[in-house]
C-alpha cells in the first residue's frame, strides 16, 4: 500500500550521503560556476559552467565525504591493529601514526590510540602534545594490574584530536620491548579501544615487530620518494611475502603513503620507487603532501596540519578500512598519455589560481606497471596483462585472488584467548616465543568473529 510520501514522489534522504554534505557542495548541484572568475559573472546573472580547477574542487569534495562516510560507518566485531613500518629511519612513520590515528578520531571521536612498538625508546610521545606521567615502559610494568579503562588511561596523554599516545617519556629510557611485551599491551589495550595504531622502529627482524605483525590486521608504509628509503620498504616487503601466511597477505595489501618532507626528489628514482612497490602488489598508493607543521619536527597538532595534509590522511584512513572489509583498492593505475580530455568550452587555467591538479578527486594514482616477464607473475582474466601475483590486478584493480578472509589469520583462539596460540604460518622466531599466560577462568566473549 503506498504511503503518502510516495504517492506524492518524496523520499527520505539516504544519511550516508548527507551526513558530510555541507551547503557548498549542496549549491554545486545546480551545476554553475561559483568561483573565480565565472562565479563572478554568474553573480551578475550570468550562467557559466564551473572552470576545469572547479570541477576538480567539486570531485574531491564529494570524494572527502566518502571517505569520510566510510570511516564512520566502520563497524568491526573485534579491534583492529594498523602497523606502521619502514626499515629506513626519518620515513615518516612517527607523524603517519600520528595523522592517521587524528583522521579516524576525527570522525569517528574516542575510542582511538597511537602504541609505540619499537625496541627501544621511540618518540611517539615526543611527537606528541603533552607529556606522558606514566609511560610506556610503566605500562609493560604494570600490564597484568589493568582493570579498568580509567586506570589504562593514565599510561597515556591524550590529544587534542582525541587520539590516546602510548610512548615513551620523552628524553628517557626504558626497558627494551619483547614480542611478548608488544602482545601483552595490544591485547589489554583491545580491550578498551577500537583502533590501535602502532609506530615501529627500525629493525624488521627482531621480536616487538615480528609480536607487532601478529596484531596487525593492516600494514601500512610510509616512503619518502627517494632511493635509500623506498629500497628499504621493499626490502621489508620482500621480507614479508616470503615469510608467507599472514605476513605476506599484509605485504600484498600495504597501504603506502608517499610522503614528502621539503627536500629535493629525483624524479628518476620517484618513479623507479613507485614501480617497485606497485610490483609487490602496492596498489594502494596515497600521496600526503608537504606539511609545514610536520616538518617543524616538534609537537604535532592536528588542528594546525594543513587541510590539504588533513584530507590526504583521511583518504588513506577510508583505504585502511576497505583493506579490512577485503575490499578492492580505490586507487587507479593510468598508463602514461591517457590523460582526460578538458570539457568543451572549458579554460585549462584557473582565474583564481587554484590548486593544481594534482588535488585527485580520490587518492592520487599511481605509474602504470610495465609488463614483466617474471615466471611468478599471472595474468588477469579479466584485461589478459601479465601482473604480481597480489589480490588485485595492477592494470584493472580487478580480482585476482578469493575475498581476503581475516578471520582465518585472527581465529578465536588468538584473539579471545589474548593471542596465546600463535598461528602456523607465523614466523619462526615468533612461534618459537612462550605463550602469552591466559586466566582460564576468564569467559570467552566471543570478540573474535568478524
Same mark, same amino acid.
Given at each position: *500500500?503506498?504511503?503518502?510520501?510516495?504517492?506524492?514522489?518524496?523520499?527520505?534522504? &539516504?544519511?550516508?550521503?548527507?551526513?558530510?554534505?555541507?551547503?557548498?557542495?549542496?549549491?554545486?548541484?545546480?551545476?554553475?560556476? %561559483?568561483?573565480?572568475?565565472?562565479?563572478?559573472?554568474?553573480?551578475?546573472?550570468?550562467?557559466?559552467?564551473?572552470?576545469?580547477?572547479?570541477?576538480?574542487?567539486?570531485?574531491?569534495? =564529494?570524494?572527502?565525504?566518502?571517505?569520510?562516510?566510510? $570511516?564512520?560507518?566502520?563497524?568491526?566485531?573485534?579491534?583492529?591493529?594498523? +602497523?606502521?613500518?619502514?626499515?629506513?629511519?626519518?620515513?615518516?612513520?612517527?607523524?603517519?601514526?600520528?595523522?592517521?590515528?587524528?583522521?579516524?578520531?576525527?570522525?569517528?571521536? &574516542?575510542?582511538? #590510540?597511537?602504541?609505540?612498538?619499537?625496541?627501544?625508546?621511540?618518540?611517539?610521545?615526543?611527537?606528541?602534545?603533552?607529556?606522558?606521567?606514566?609511560?610506556?615502559?610503566?605500562?609493560?610494568?604494570?600490564?597484568?594490574? $589493568?582493570?579498568?579503562?580509567?586506570?589504562?588511561?593514565?599510561?597515556?596523554?591524550?590529544?587534542?584530536?582525541?587520539?590516546?599516545?602510548?610512548?615513551?617519556?620523552?628524553?628517557?629510557?626504558?626497558?627494551?620491548?619483547?614480542?611478548?611485551?608488544?602482545?601483552?599491551?595490544?591485547?589489554?589495550?583491545?580491550?578498551?579501544? /577500537?583502533?590501535?595504531?602502532?609506530?615501529?622502529? &627500525? !629493525?624488521?627482524?627482531?621480536?616487538?615487530?615480528?609480536?607487532?605483525?601478529?596484531?596487525?590486521?593492516?600494514? =601500512?608504509?610510509? !616512503?619518502?620518494?627517494?632511493?635509500?628509503?623506498?629500497?628499504?620498504? $621493499?626490502? *621489508?616487503?620482500?621480507?614479508?611475502?616470503?615469510?608467507?601466511?599472514?605476513?605476506?597477505?599484509?605485504?600484498? &595489501?600495504?597501504?603506502?603513503?608517499? *610522503?614528502?618532507?621539503?627536500?629535493?626528489?629525483?624524479?628518476?628514482?620517484?618513479?623507479?620507487? =613507485?614501480?617497485?612497490?606497485?610490483?609487490?602488489?602496492?596498489?594502494?598508493?596515497?600521496?600526503?603532501?608537504?606539511?609545514?607543521? $610536520?616538518?617543524?619536527?616538534?609537537?604535532?597538532?592536528?588542528? %594546525?596540519?594543513?587541510?590539504?595534509?588533513?584530507?590526504?590522511?583521511?583518504?588513506?584512513?577510508?583505504?585502511? !578500512?576497505?583493506?579490512?572489509?577485503?575490499?578492492?583498492?580505490?586507487?587507479?593505475?593510468?598508463?602514461?598519455?591517457?590523460?582526460?580530455?578538458?570539457?568543451?568550452?572549458?579554460?585549462?587555467?584557473?582565474?583564481?589560481?587554484?590548486?593544481?591538479? *594534482?588535488?585527485?578527486?580520490?587518492?592520487?594514482? !599511481?605509474?602504470?606497471?610495465?609488463?614483466?616477464?617474471?615466471?611468478?607473475? =599471472?595474468?588477469?582474466?579479466? #584485461?589478459?596483462?601479465?601482473?604480481?601475483?597480489?589480490?588485485? #590486478?595492477?592494470?584493472?584493480?580487478?580480482?585476482?585472488?578469493?575475498?581476503?578472509?581475516?578471520?582465518?589469520?585472527?581465529?578465536?583462539?588468538?584473539?579471545?584467548?589474548?593471542?596465546?596460540?600463535?598461528?602456523?604460518? +607465523?614466523?619462526?622466531?615468533?612461534?618459537?616465543?612462550?605463550?602469552?599466560?591466559?586466566?582460564?577462568?576468564?569467559?570467552?566473549?566471543? /570478540?573474535?568473529?568478524?
Amino acid at each position: *500500500m503506498e504511503t503518502q510520501h510516495q504517492t506524492n514522489g518524496h523520499h527520505a534522504p &539516504n544519511p550516508a550521503h548527507t551526513l558530510f554534505r555541507s551547503a557548498e557542495v549542496e549549491g554545486d548541484a545546480a551545476g554553475l560556476a %561559483k568561483t573565480g572568475l565565472r562565479g563572478g559573472l554568474n553573480r551578475l546573472g550570468f550562467k557559466l559552467l564551473p572552470g576545469a580547477a572547479e570541477q576538480q574542487a567539486r570531485k574531491r569534495r =564529494v570524494a572527502l565525504e566518502s571517505a569520510r562516510a566510510v $570511516i564512520l560507518h566502520s563497524a568491526f566485531t573485534r579491534p583492529v591493529g594498523v +602497523l606502521i613500518a619502514n626499515p629506513k629511519g626519518t620515513s615518516g612513520k612517527t607523524p603517519a601514526t600520528l595523522g592517521l590515528a587524528s583522521a579516524f578520531a576525527a570522525v569517528k571521536g &574516542n575510542g582511538i #590510540c597511537a602504541l609505540e612498538v619499537a625496541d627501544d625508546a621511540g618518540t611517539l610521545a615526543l611527537r606528541a602534545e603533552g607529556v606522558p606521567q606514566l609511560d610506556l615502559g610503566d605500562l609493560v610494568r604494570d600490564i597484568s594490574l $589493568i582493570r579498568s579503562s580509567g586506570q589504562l588511561a593514565g599510561y597515556a596523554v591524550q590529544q587534542s584530536s582525541f587520539v590516546d599516545v602510548f610512548g615513551s617519556r620523552p628524553g628517557e629510557s626504558r626497558p627494551a620491548l619483547t614480542a611478548d611485551d608488544v602482545v601483552a599491551v595490544s591485547r589489554v589495550i583491545d580491550e578498551y579501544y /577500537r583502533f590501535r595504531f602502532m609506530d615501529s622502529g &627500525n !629493525v624488521v627482524t627482531t621480536g616487538p615487530f615480528l609480536g607487532a605483525i601478529d596484531v596487525a590486521d593492516v600494514l =601500512v608504509v610510509p !616512503v619518502m620518494m627517494a632511493r635509500d628509503s623506498g629500497l628499504k620498504a $621493499i626490502e *621489508m616487503l620482500d621480507g614479508l611475502i616470503a615469510a608467507g601466511g599472514h605476513a605476506a597477505e599484509l605485504a600484498r &595489501n600495504a597501504v603506502i603513503l608517499r *610522503m614528502t618532507d621539503g627536500r629535493p626528489e629525483n624524479s628518476v628514482d620517484r618513479d623507479d620507487v =613507485v614501480r617497485y612497490l606497485e610490483e609487490r602488489g602496492g596498489a594502494r598508493q596515497f600521496e600526503i603532501p608537504f606539511d609545514p607543521h $610536520i616538518a617543524e619536527r616538534r609537537d604535532i597538532t592536528w588542528a %594546525k596540519v594543513s587541510p590539504a595534509t588533513q584530507e590526504a590522511f583521511t583518504f588513506a584512513a577510508a583505504e585502511i !578500512v576497505r583493506v579490512v572489509r577485503g575490499e578492492q583498492p580505490s586507487t587507479t593505475a593510468v598508463r602514461p598519455g591517457d590523460a582526460a580530455a578538458e570539457p568543451d568550452g572549458q579554460d585549462d587555467e584557473d582565474p583564481d589560481g587554484a590548486a593544481p591538479a *594534482m588535488a585527485a578527486a580520490q587518492a592520487p594514482v !599511481v605509474p602504470a606497471v610495465e609488463p614483466d616477464p617474471r615466471e611468478d607473475w =599471472v595474468t588477469c582474466s579479466e #584485461c589478459g596483462e601479465r601482473t604480481p601475483p597480489a589480490t588485485f #590486478c595492477a592494470f584493472c584493480r580487478h580480482q585476482l585472488t578469493e575475498t581476503v578472509n581475516l578471520q582465518r589469520f585472527y581465529g578465536r583462539a588468538r584473539r579471545a584467548s589474548g593471542y596465546a596460540e600463535p598461528a602456523e604460518d +607465523l614466523p619462526e622466531q615468533l612461534r618459537a616465543l612462550p605463550p602469552v599466560p591466559t586466566d582460564d577462568d576468564e569467559p570467552d566473549t566471543g /570478540r573474535a568473529s568478524a
